[in-house]
């Protein structure tokens, strides 16, 4: 959950944020070809992830409110997960 990676940072860790942030806010979503977009959502359809998601940061973030969970929501990550370019 942590948004800054360096050059230090492995390759695998870098590419594990990337894709995580295209998953939960749509980050570099329209970097991807689209019909390489529809062919993965197709395939592995996103089911809710969005509300999902928000409700486990709001959990997290009561259970532990000096957690990363609580700042993160804190700063607005739920209107940027329900702003995110994937409808479901």
């Known amino acids: ?5 360096d050059e ?5 860790s870098r590419l594990l944020q990337q894709g995580a942030a295209c998953d939960v806010i749509g980050a570099r979503f329209y970097r991807l070809n689209k019909t390489y977009r529809q062919d993965v959502l197709r395939q592995h359809p996103r089911q809710g992830f969005n509300q999902q998601f928000s409700q486990l940061i709001a959990q997290e973030a009561a259970r532990n409110p000096h957690s990363r969970a609580a700042l993160l929501k804190q700063l607005g990550l739920p209107l940027m997960i329900r702003l995110n370019p994937f409808s479901e």
């Open 1 to 5: 959950m942590n948004a800054h990676l």
């Open 8 to 12: 230090h940072d492995s390759v695998e």
